[in-house]
Structures are given as C-alpha cells and as structure tokens.
C-alpha cells in the first residue's frame, strides 16, 4: 500500500535436536581424496592467523573458552588489521579468476537493458515512477501530472508511445551516492496532497537512517529536521502532520513521534513509547488515510490519542483496513475464549468503527479447505486477498461492501471472489504499491525461475488483466514472446476456481524451452515433504555429471526468493543446477511451517536442507562431487550447521554476511536486534533452549580435524544486523580447528565501508556476483567455459 515498493505447509512439530538423522556416507566425497589431482591450487600466500586472547563463557553450568572473542570489539584496530589481510589473501586466491570474471560480469552486463524505467503508476492526479538512466547504477523516483485523465488503457498507451511532459525527478539515489560513496533509502512516503516527500536515509552502511522531508513544491530539504535512527513513517490527513518510529541503542524501533511541518519552535510530540524489549513498534496509515496504526490514531485529529484494539497477547498479530465506518481485520488471534489459538492461521473479520474494541467480534471469514490468507488489501470497491493454496501464492478480489445477512462464520469462496490468473504453480507475486484508494485496478510483479518480471494491472471491475511490461533480457534465445503493453489482449478467466493456474502463457515472455524449472517434494528425515525448486539449461546440463549449487534460507517465515534473474544464466549456460531449499522455518504455506523450523525446532531447518542436497544427488541432478551451498544472512545458520554435520557433504559453499556465532551472539542482549531474535531462534537464558541452541550454532560445532569444503565468507564493516566478527570468527575457528589443506580455500572477503545488504548498484550486483560465481567454478574445477 506504500509508494515505497515504487522505489524498491502443514506439517508436525517434532523436537530434534537430540536427534542425528543418518545420511548414507557414500554418497559424500573426501575432498582430500583427489589431492593428487586438486581442481586447482591454493595461493602461494599463506592465511593470516589472528591473535587469540583467553576468554571465558560460561552458561548454566557450562564453561567454554572463545579465544577470538576479542574481535567481537571493532574499535580494536587488530580486527581490521586482520581484516585487512584476509582481504588480501582472498585477493591472492582469486587472482587466477580475473580473466574469468571479467566474462562473466561482461555476460550479465550485457544481458541488462542500457536503461530501465518502470510503467507510471496512478495516483491522485499524479503518474509515478521510477527510472535508471543509462549507465547509472540507481534509480530516479519521478512522477508528471496526469492531464490527460482518459482512462485505464488510455494511460499505458500514451505510455508506450513516449507520451506525458513535465518530468518532476523527486529523489535521485545517484546523487546520493555520488555525495557520499553509499545509499541505501529504508522508506519513501507522499503526503496525502503530494506537496512533500518524507524518505529515510542511510549513508553508511549501518541502517541508522536519517528522516528527510522535502517540500516538492520547491525542491528543497526541509532543513530544520533532524532526526536520526528513523524506521517507518506516515502521513496525517492535513499533509503537514507525519509520524514516524525511532529506534533506541539496541536499533529496536520503540517510540512514535509526531512532527508538524511549518512550526520551526515546536517540537516533535512523543505519541508512544513500547518499554517492552521484546517488542518493536510499526506504524502505517489505512489505505483511506483515515486512520494511523500503531494502536489506532483517527488521522485527522492526530493527536487526539491512542484507541488500542485488544490487549496485547504474545504471539496475535492484527493488521487493520477500513472502509466506510467498518474495519477488516486480519489477524490469528482465538477464534473464541475456548481455542487458544486459531490454528495459528490467520482469518478476517469486519466490524464497525465503534465495535473494534469489542471482546468478539462477529462476521468472521476463514480461508477454507488447505488455502491460508497471507495478505490483504483493500480499494473503494473491492477487498484484494492475498492466500497460499497448496504451496502456492494466488489472489482474489471479493466486491465491497460484504453484506452480512446473518452473523457467522464464512469461507472466501462464499464471497464469490475473482480469482487472478496467473501464469504457473511456480510464480512468485509481489504486489505494487496500489496507493490509490479509489482505483479499481491492482498492479502485480509476477515472476518465476523462467519468466523475467512482468507487470500485470488487474481490473477489477470488469474481472480482466493486462499485461503492462516485461523486463527485457538480451542475448537469451530459446524464449516465448510477450505482446508489448499497446498491443496487450485482455482476457476473461473462463472457469475463476480451477483454471486460475492454466492458461494462455504464450502471451508472456517465458524462457521454459532452453531452461528446464522442475518442483520436487523432498521427503525429510521425519517424513516431512520439503519443496525443492530445480532449474538447470536443457542443452547444457548432463544427467549425473553436472555441477550445481543449492539455495537456502528458512528463517522468520520468510519465502526464499525464487523470482527470475538474467545473471543466474552464466550458471546455467555452463551446465550448472540452481536448486532452492524451502525448508522449515521459512515461508510458503501456513505459519505452522514457520514454527516447525524456529525456536527448539531449528534444527528441523538443518536436516531439511541436508536432505534436499541428499535428493539432488540420488536423482542425478548433480554429481556427488560437485555440490555447492549457497546462504545470505540467517541463512548461513543453516549452511554453516549442515557443513558441521556432514562435512562431506559440499564441496564449496559460499556464506554472504553470515549469522553463525549464534549462541554468543544471543547471550549478548546488549547487541542490536537480539532481544527480538528469541522468538525466533531462542532464549539462551533458557535453560532447554539454551542446550538446543548450542547443539547447532554452527561457530560452536565445527568439527575438529575434517575436511570442510572451500568457502567464500563475505562480511560488511558496518552491518549493524550481523556484526562483522561472526564471519572473521567462523573463518579462523574453521582454518584453526579442521584439515590444514582444505581450510587454505576458506576465504574471508570484507568490505570495509559497506553494511547488511552491501553497496552496489545494478552494476555492482554483477561485479559481486561475477566473483562469486568465479569462486565455485574455480573451487570445484567446472563449468569456466560456455558449453
């Protein structure tokens, strides 16, 4: 609902970590096996080693000793010395490759468009969007007022002929990057009259964002605001009037301030204050812009006070709409003082605005049969739901208003919804920002392994779509054409219920004749089925011989990302499978897939990878000597303890900006976010969860004089998130505890000025990218050439 996206399965719970699942051994490689015929040969340059410093921990009657604990301190100007110098043996390990990386950053250049833009988006009387100039490598947020005012169709055809004048560029990243050497804007917002844009702003890499207001109207900076550590905002009615979060030492968002525009002697009111640290506070506006939510603030009186709408309880979340004097709201909170729980699914309910205090609220709709909402949205005309059938993402819109004729509880399929269609079981749906409360139309960004981003509107009212743009990719043949937008059919879904994931792809550009995207069930060591997700070339790949890579992530209920990406294909021109591990603990089905893979449950997450790595190589997808893992932040969790597991298991494994001193890191409660990690990872202050935690915090279980594979761990400097000593730790503990040999390819790559999600742009994504594709093919000798 937020202009900001302009810019930017049911199972059982079984505890398991007393529990080591057997994995057949010969189907795991030594990697000292083949030393007189390595794949390549290490640097003459030896690692660094750091210093170690006696230190003592100590947790419910346990002591251990962590000797690099010291790093943990970067004000020690020994940890960037030591920094320094992995950087440069990295340097010295890669230096065969550069000839290799220059290809393979050449290739994804040369696949991306000299210049991007987006399709304008509708609000008010505003067109908005977005654009990266030619050679740049950041966008430009702009909008041109709409005179035309003709119509739905009308808009995209201007749009595709060059149409519209008076470009007004708002905010222009490049600048930014080019004043200070790093960008990074966390949250844009319009006021509601368009007269100023509010965004939040980090220039160094640390997620300590600055709020920014500027008057659009004169293009200047209000510059009597200075707030630091700024995470969400939002706008009152007047357009003058704007909330927004700050976050305390730990960067733990915890108080709402208000700020009036035009009052330089006034200061910002505190309008809330979360003393909780287990809690972090949120606020956004309904999509009418009649209420403010962190409780429920009336937004044309805002600072008439706080309406809470049920007492807090751990665990219920309620996300509100409103819509004429009613609010829908979904939430999984008891569906009676009876249930504890409501499954730990959400529903929707609706009630009148002097009703949403009320003990019980009425007028009650579940999801039905295996479909659980994930989402919803709301318009002047219609409720747009968001739900997971099966695995696999859908939408629905339901006209508005719902009449009630009786008071109980109904499905989404008595609501008499129109089901979007959609293109496969394998697409990925992320909505756009859809500000406009009084449109009728829903704007999508569908996506799968094979198919490049399309833009789809979907018109509401008259129950049809059209397709708006499709992102170009150069140089690929073997691909399906896509009418451009002004030549787009619009089509009629036949039958809404059954044929919403069947139908016409032809119209959409799609790459399924040279790339093969293939969805398997991978039964894990409980009986548990995990999805896997397979892509390979259909020329290059060769049954049992081909190298491959494997994806992980499960953490916080997130989904792990899957949509379409031209780089991927250096990969898979050379042979290479891309495979994707949704294991437990992430997203894709109801929230029990979460809480089946967090908490004592993590391990879960472990195990499911591993045998997801296990399938890949018993189905012949990949050679056994020839597999690779790949994880991004929580990620690494579960790579770094599937290693520790099975050492064997991978030949090459790439860490980027790695969680993995996991117990240290939550018995800190000093550093940031850790308070807030215990519901997902565990309180260590616990005594079961603490012996849970430290059975599989991967830097505390390396195991002793094994071979491990090659690594590539990347770290950032100033990653407020995962502090840059968790790599540096995990990095020497592994080259002092395991094969001398073998650790010599582990490889610590830190950026120095950089935080959590790094610094590049569309550019620098390749140059990363390009090197971490040189190191697996280096590592595990395949794949250097085009096939």
Not at 545 to 570: D, F, I, M, T
Not at 667 to 677: F, G, K, M, N, Q
Request: aromatic content about 12%; proline content about 6%; hydrophobic content about 35%.
């Amino acid at each position: 609902m937020a202009l900001a996206s302009l810019l930017n399965p049911k199972c059982s719970i079984k505890l398991s970590f007393f529990i080591i699942p057997h994995i057949s051994s010969s189907l795991f490689s030594s990697l000292c096996r083949d030393r007189e015929h390595p794949p390549f040969s290490p640097p003459q340059q030896t690692p660094p080693i750091p210093k170690k410093v006696p230190f003592t921990v100590s947790a419910h009657g346990r002591t251990w000793q962590d000797p690099y604990h010291w790093m943990s301190n970067t004000n020690d100007p020994d940890l960037s010395h030591y920094l320094t110098q992995e950087n440069s043996y990295a340097e010295a390990f890669m230096a065969d490759t550069h000839h290799l990386q220059r290809t393979l950053f050449s290739e994804m250049k040369s696949r991306m468009p000299t210049s991007i833009s987006t399709p304008p988006e509708r609000w008010g009387p505003w067109l908005y969007y977005q654009y990266i100039p030619e050679g740049k490598e950041y966008p430009v947020l702009c909008r041109r007022l709409d005179t035309e005012k003709s119509g739905w169709l009308n808009t995209f055809l201007h749009y595709a002929r060059g149409g519209f004048g008076g470009e007004e560029p708002l905010l222009d990243w490049n600048k930014i990057a080019e004043q200070y050497g790093y960008v990074h804007v966390g949250t844009c917002r319009i006021s509601p009259d368009h007269n100023f844009l509010a965004y939040t702003l980090d220039i160094t890499g640390s997620e300590r964002f600055m709020l920014q207001i500027k008057d659009l109207r004169s293009g200047c900076v209000v510059s009597n605001i200075q707030v630091d550590g700024v995470v969400s905002l939002a706008w009152a009615q007047d357009g003058n009037t704007l909330f927004y979060t700050i976050v305390d030492d730990n960067q733990r968002p915890y108080r709402v301030l208000c700020t009036k525009l035009g009052c330089p002697n006034m200061d910002d009111v505190p309008v809330f204050t979360e003393s909780d640290s287990s809690f972090c506070v949120d606020i956004t506006s309904t999509k009418d812009g009649k209420f403010i939510t962190v409780h429920v603030i009336d937004a044309a009186n805002p600072l008439g006070g706080l309406l809470q709408i049920h007492e807090r309880v751990c665990g219920i979340q309620y996300f509100l709409e409103h819509h004429y004097g009613f609010f829908y709201i979904l939430t999984n909170a008891p569906l009676s003082e009876n249930n504890e729980c409501s499954g730990g699914n959400y529903y929707l309910a609706k009630c009148s605005g002097e009703d949403i205090q009320s003990a019980n609220w009425q007028n009650v709709i579940l999801p039905g049969g295996d479909m659980s909402l994930q989402d919803m949205d709301i318009y002047n005309g219609h409720l747009v739901l968001s739900v997971n059938k099966k695995g696999f993402p859908m939408l629905c819109s339901v006209n508005l208003p719902i009449n009630f004729n009786y008071k109980h509880q109904m499905e989404v399929d008595d609501l008499n919804p129109w089901y979007f269609p959609l293109p496969s079981n394998l697409c990925t749906v992320v909505p756009g920002s859809n500000h406009d409360f009084m449109s009728s139309v829903y704007r999508v960004v569908l996506s799968s392994p094979v198919m490049p981003d399309v833009i789809v509107d979907y018109d509401m009212s008259r129950q049809k779509y059209l397709i708006v743009q499709q992102e170009e990719v150069n140089g690929v043949s073997g691909n399906r054409t896509c009418l451009p937008a002004y030549e787009a059919d619009t089509f009629r879904l036949q039958n809404e219920k059954e044929n919403v994931l069947d139908f016409e792809s032809e119209r959409w550009k799609d790459f399924s004749s040279a790339y093969c995207c293939e969805r398997k069930e991978v039964v894990s060591y409980d009986g548990v089925r995990i999805p896997l997700t397979i892509l390979y070339a259909q020329k290059s790949w060769q049954k049992g011989q081909s190298p491959g890579v494997l994806h992980g992530y499960g953490a916080y209920g997130e989904v792990l990302e899957k949509s379409w990406c031209s780089n991927r294909l250096s990969l898979l021109d050379r042979g290479w499978v891309v495979a994707f591990a949704d294991v437990r603990g992430g997203g894709g089905g109801d929230s029990l897939w979460h809480k089946s893979g967090s908490g004592l449950y993590k391990q879960n997450s472990v195990y499911d990878f591993v045998a997801c790595a296990d399938y890949l190589v018993n189905e012949d997808y990949v050679h056994r000597d020839r597999v690779g893992a790949i994880g991004f932040s929580a990620g690494c969790l579960v790579v770094g303890a599937a290693i520790n597991m099975y050492p064997d298991l991978f030949r090459a494994a790439i860490l980027k900006v790695p969680f993995l001193d996991v117990c240290n890191t939550l018995l800190d409660p000093s550093l940031p976010l850790t308070i807030l990690d215990y519901e997902e990872f565990g309180n260590p202050q616990i005594h079961s969860q603490f012996e849970s935690i430290l059975s599989y915090s991967p830097y505390d279980n390396v195991t002793c004089d094994a071979c491990y594979p090659s690594m590539l761990v990347t770290a950032s400097f100033n990653d407020s998130r995962v502090g840059v000593w968790e790599a540096a730790k995990w990095v020497a503990k592994v080259r002092d505890s395991t094969c001398f040999e073998c650790s010599r390819a582990v490889i610590l790559k830190a950026n120095m000025t950089g935080g959590h999600f790094g610094e590049g742009g569309r550019y620098g994504q390749c140059e990363e990218m390009a090197y971490d594709y040189a190191f697996l093919m280096k590592v595990l000798g395949c794949g250097t050439t085009n096939k």
